[in-house]
């Protein structure tokens, strides 16, 4: 696994034992916190069409079998959608950038959203649907809506975007977006990052950060919200092809490849911890 060098931040290879292993004989739990397209999978131009090769999510389902790990997904995607292509019951699933969340319970937690931004989302949805042509078309997550580009002539692609941001900022949303696609949702304080932590703060407490050891992987400008609400605390991994990307994660690594790379390099470290273990106790006994 090659990594980039970027300022200060040092992209050789993920040592997964420095890293895990004194937390995991002090006890702490690893939580395992992923984006999905960019990061798990390869982006394709039809979001339909994305899935994860058997190799990582065999190896993600490995882990989610070990004891002392927490793993959710974090997604731009609707959380029905996103479950259905990992097709992992442990995880908890986290949609349309936190507003929704799925316990492996089927329990279920959704922000509010006023009956204003509600009425201003229709309207979003509606005055977008012209530009819909041209191999255009909208994506609506109820929560969050995405405008797609990806097959548009190349030479139309400006003015799309151009528009699309227009159309969603009349209103008092926010466009994002990167890959050819233009994202947003209700302008409420809410994000990827906030999930995390609420995610964290529901599971361990308050002073999650004395019983947890973090990593996180994202690939686009949402995920950095995760990065910066964790910094400091976690280890977080951006992957982009872009060598001097200025971001708030502890490495940059360059594809979904390197991705399952560092997966089934925390596998081993869980594996040799959990060899070590059992050898210890047999000793004992």
Not at 66 to 82: A, M
Not at 174 to 188: A, D, Q, S, Y
Not at 203 to 218: A, I, L, S, T, Y
Request: glycine share 6%; with cysteine; hydrophobic share 35%.
């Amino acid at each position: 696994m090659n990594g980039y060098s970027n300022g200060n931040k040092l992209l050789t290879d993920f040592d997964s034992n420095q890293i895990l292993w004194h937390e995991k004989e002090n006890g702490k739990t690893l939580v395992l916190l992923l984006d999905y397209d960019g990061t798990l999978a390869v982006i394709q131009p039809n979001p339909d069409n994305t899935r994860m090769v058997p190799d990582t999510k065999h190896t993600l389902e490995e882990i989610c079998k070990k004891k002392n790990v927490f793993v959710s997904i974090i997604t731009g995607r609707c959380v029905k959608d996103i479950k259905e292509k990992v097709g992992i019951e442990s995880i908890i699933y986290a949609g349309n950038h936190g507003f929704e969340i799925m316990y492996p319970n089927g329990e279920t937690h959704n922000q509010e959203i006023s009956a204003e931004h509600a009425e201003s989302y229709k309207n979003i949805l509606a005055e977008l649907e012209p530009l819909a042509k041209n191999g255009a078309w909208i994506e609506d997550k109820i929560f969050s809506m995405t405008f797609h580009y990806e097959e548009v002539p190349e030479e139309l692609q400006a003015d799309l975007d151009k528009n699309a941001r227009e159309i969603i900022k009349k209103y008092g949303f926010k466009p994002t977006g990167g890959h050819l696609i233009v994202e947003t949702r209700p302008p409420i304080n809410w994000h990827k990052g906030f999930a995390a932590k609420y995610l964290l703060e529901r599971h361990f407490g308050q002073d999650w950060r004395e019983k947890v050891n973090v990593v996180f992987m994202g690939d686009d400008s949402s995920d950095e919200d995760i990065m910066k609400a964790l910094n400091g605390h976690a280890v977080t991994f951006r992957v982009s092809k872009n060598p001097d990307l200025v971001t708030d994660a502890t490495y940059l690594i360059k594809s979904p490849s390197e991705v399952n790379q560092i997966l089934h390099k925390i596998k081993e470290c869980l594996d040799s911890y959990d060899k070590n273990n059992n050898e210890n106790e047999t000793q004992s006994e």
